[in-house]
């Protein structure tokens, strides 16, 4: 199943990309997965995803533990927390 | 009326409360945050995620009409380069009394902060760096959990 998955601050310039598009592994169901399954590709990935205690996550634009259940989302976007305001 | 805007343009903070003022109630609270020069903060971007920042500020808008009887909601912040002493949020709350305006009011910046996808960066001259995310800030949007509301 095709996934676009989006990248935000320092997590987007950790990755050196703002989006691309992944054919969803077997067996990863939830953000935290697909986070380890990221952090495992090195460099700059593993510098994003290598604690992922620091990230938070939403599923087609809304915010959800890294817990969630991946199911049929069609977008994933990684970030630090937010700073606005 | 709700009137959500993410933009990169300064805005006239008169002719926001002048579009609540014409709303039809008896108060109207704001609030303006302004680009602080923190330790040496010259300027700072501000990134966000386009279409679920919108999404997000509205769903805030719609939390607050349920919660206070309001007749109008703004929520405006700006994106991209800005300065020190620059503008980059306003909220402004209309209803028919005042309790209601300055309460919705409060209760929107404070959510704005930790429900909104925002991320700031700030340039220094010794270099530039990601804001990190306060626990005040989340504790101040959690206080809206326990029934402060009227």
Known sequence: MALDILYFAWVRER????AERIDLPAGIATPLD???WLAARGGGYAEAFGDPSRLRCALDQDIVPLTADLANAAEIAFFPPVTGG | MISVR?????FDVGAELAALEGQGGGAVASFTGIVRADDGVEAMTLEHYPGMTEKALTAL??????RWP??????LHRVGALRAGDRIVF???AS???AAALEACAFLIDRLKTDAPFWKKEHRSNGDSWVEARATDDAAARSWEKGKAL
Do not use: F, S
Not at chain 2, 6 to 10: A, K, L, R, T
């Open chain 1, 15 to 18: 990755v050196g990309v703002g």
């Open chain 1, 34 to 36: 697909l986070a380890l």
């Open chain 2, 6 to 10: 993410v933009q990169p343009e300064d």
């Open chain 2, 61 to 66: 808008a719609n939390e607050a009409k349920v």
């Open chain 2, 70 to 75: 309001l007749c109008g909601v703004t929520l």
């Open chain 2, 91 to 93: 909220v402004g709350t």
């Open chain 2, 96 to 98: 028919d009394h005042r």
